[in-house]
């Protein structure tokens, strides 16, 4: 398996985040954010290690992980493409935003494209609502977007 | 900068920029350099006049004057059309502070939104910037509390809880450690005024918590801060810096001996985390699990010391308040709903935007007003206040004004202020099923109505629409509807059901077989 030294280098990544932040008070979440902005996901084999650098169990860990919708526990795409469902974007057509992106990328929510370029996630709520529907790929927000604005946001990603 | 230079602002905010703010700002500085025009670029925040946004200001003579909404390809045109003084153009739309839409606003929380800079404290002090604080810290901290009483402010977050009470109770709490948390996880959709203060004002929300502090003992500050907002938490990040460098925060705050830190924390998209004890819970860094109450977070909050917890707008009202005095403040408004209301126009609508107004004007009024009905131009059919756990209000009431007594007359709540406005091609069965999905999706599992209740809402809602048993199905659904709002211990279970119960009270044709 080629993923052994991998995840050796992650180990040490890992553990030293979860040191420098053991003393910050709630440090849970910034060390699992930080854990997350380096690798692009927070791996199980992050849990043993966090826990005990804080002294807790890897339930608690564990726990924490998979209660927060932002935390992934793969690997993303090259981009990730969050698609606003709540409210204001339904009000604008973003079920069919949905099944166009579904249709288009081959996946659904939580998946990724076989060719690893995409990610689709849900998002409750851009903060974007006077201009829905909206979406964010990484970082970026777009607002107003229509089907063929779409198009070429997939194109250009 | 020199004082003759012509200044342009495009502004910076999330919203603008996702509509095309920063292309439209490349090509100004594109075709200025082209043409040999010296200018700057400022960028600065939204007005929250989102339907012309990209909107574009150029400062003429001591005016602001707008064009907008411009696209890249217009500015070569703005340019031919002496824009950079004021030029008629297509997109030209007059003195910004006289576009009806602002002018008819009450602007005291959202003042200084889109007029400056947001990385500025330069430019945030000018603008009368800090001057709440100075007029703070010449009081005691019992005659600080005694402003915020005295102009009846209330809970920005939806429950409306007058917040000198809050803020005595954690003054009369004694602790060696206290904290003041701002919640900043805007998470109902429809809303974004709280992402909208700390893109165009960071600092106003600095300088209100920091006279929280100092108001009720604590010394220490966390922003609970969503991670749906990166731009926010960077402007955020920078300013809460900035304060620091100039020693508007830290060990002596404006050498008043005095101590208060502040921070940034990012939340991990749990909507739940929205209510107060779920993200003091997440604050100490664990699942974001509902608290039972009592004890209030005001005598044991974080880490079990007594705790401010505010919303957002709510901490950004609190400058103004010291800069005016509460009996300024307190004169806005109508009845127990003091001061102003911050409605966010969303969804489908013509004129979506920020609407910051006195308590008391209907409904009505300010969809028709300042939305002007729908943006595909079909009939409005329903309009949802309040974010997910919001009724869905009919066009029957809505000469329903806009205060929190009223609203909750109608079985309705404003919430956070934000306003999701829907055409007549709404499928409300959709609607209601969606009310009951997000709260299965986000419901944070401590109490049985709410996460087994919604998961059943979806099953039963799925089975009228496919014309199983509909007659007893329904009734079914208000059973639950009503057990989840009598048996859950926080406002997600307990109101999930409000859409959903609107929806079979204004609405009951969509809720049928199809």
């Given at each position: 398996m080629t993923e052994a030294p991998a995840s050796a280098a992650h180990a040490g990544t890992i553990r030293e985040i979860a040191e420098t932040r053991a003393a910050v008070p709630g440090a849970l979440l910034p060390i699992l954010h930080e854990i997350q902005d380096q690798l692009g996901y927070v791996p199980d084999s992050a849990v043993p290690i966090v826990a005990s650098v804080l002294n807790l169990s890897r339930a608690e860990v564990h726990g924490v992980v998979s209660f927060y919708h932002l935390y992934r526990r793969t690997p993303p795409g090259r981009r990730t493409i969050y698609l606003c469902r709540a409210e204001a974007c339904q009000a604008m057509g973003a079920r069919d935003l949905e099944a166009r992106l579904k249709e288009k990328l081959g996946i659904d929510f939580h998946e990724t494209t076989s060719d690893e370029r995409f990610s689709l996630e849900p998002i409750?709520?851009?903060?974007?609502c006077a201009c829905s529907p909206a979406l964010m790929i990484d970082e970026t927000v777009h607002g107003r977007v229509t089907a063929e604005r779409l198009d070429s946001l997939l194109e250009e990603g | 900068m020199a004082g003759d230079t012509l200044r342009i602002y495009v502004p910076n905010d999330t919203a603008a920029r996702s509509v095309g703010a920063d292309a439209v700002a490349a090509a100004i500085e594109r075709t200025a350099g082209e043409r040999g025009v010296a200018i700057e670029i400022v960028r600065n925040g939204s007005r929250g006049l989102y339907w012309l946004e990209p909107l574009v200001e150029v400062a003429v003579a001591g005016e602001r004057v707008a064009y907008g909404p411009v696209t890249p390809d217009d500015v070569p045109g703005l340019f031919d059309a002496g824009f950079t003084t004021g030029g008629k153009h297509a997109r030209h739309l007059g003195a910004t502070e006289a576009l009806p839409y602002l002018s008819g606003q009450t602007r005291l929380t959202f003042a200084r939104a889109g007029l400056i800079a947001p990385s500025s404290l330069e430019d945030y002090r000018e603008h009368e910037g800090y001057r709440g604080l100075e007029a703070a810290l010449a009081m005691d901290t019992q005659a600080m509390v005694d402003v915020v009483k005295e102009s009846g402010l209330r809970g920005r977050g939806g429950a409306g809880f007058p917040t000198g009470i809050k803020w005595q109770t954690v003054l009369d709490t004694p602790g060696t450690q206290k904290y003041v948390v701002c919640n900043a996880d805007e998470g109902d959709s429809g809303t974004f005024a709280d992402r909208m203060i700390m893109e165009s004002d960071p600092f106003v929300l600095i300088e209100g918590m920091t006279i929280a502090g100092l108001a009720v003992g604590a010394t220490q500050g966390y922003i609970y801060l969503r991670a749906e907002y990166p731009q926010a938490i960077r402007t955020m990040n920078t300013a809460i810096a900035a304060a620091e460098q100039a020693g508007y925060l830290g060990a002596d705050v404006c050498g008043s001996g005095r101590a208060f830190h502040l921070e940034v924390r990012e939340a991990a998209g749990a909507y739940i985390c929205g209510e107060e004890t779920s993200m003091l819970e997440s604050l100490e860094g664990k699942r974001g699990m509902v608290r039972y109450r009592p004890p209030l977070p005001a005598v044991k909050g974080l880490f079990g010391a007594p705790t401010v917890v505010n919303n957002l707008t709510t901490l950004a009202t609190v400058p103004i308040i010291f800069v005016r005095g509460g009996e300024f403040y307190r004169d806005f408004g109508t009845g127990r709903s003091r001061g102003t209301l911050t409605v966010q126009l969303a969804g489908n609508i013509k004129r979506g935007g920020l609407v910051e107004i006195a308590f008391g004007r209907t409904l009505r009024e300010v969809l028709e007003d300042f939305g002007g009905g729908t943006a595909t131009g079909r009939p409005i059919r329903a309009v949802q206040a309040g974010g997910p756990l919001g009724a869905y209000i009919p066009t029957s009431q809505f000469d329903t004004p806009l205060d929190y007594e009223a609203f909750a007359e109608i079985g309705a709540m404003l919430g956070h202020g934000g306003l999701v406005v829907f055409d007549d091609t709404v499928d409300m069965g959709q609607q209601a099923r969606f009310a009951m999905e997000f709260c299965a999706i986000e419901s944070c599992g401590k109490c049985t109505p709410c996460r087994v209740g919604a998961v059943r809402g979806v099953e039963v809602i799925d089975k009228i629409l496919s014309g199983q048993d509909e007659a007893g199905n329904r009734e079914l659904l208000e059973d639950l509807c009503g057990t989840m709002v009598d048996g859950s211990l926080c406002a997600l279970g307990g109101m999930a059901p409000f859409p959903v119960l609107s929806v079979l009270k204004h609405f009951p044709e969509d809720l049928v077989a199809r």
């Open positions: 409750y709520c851009l903060g974007n | -």
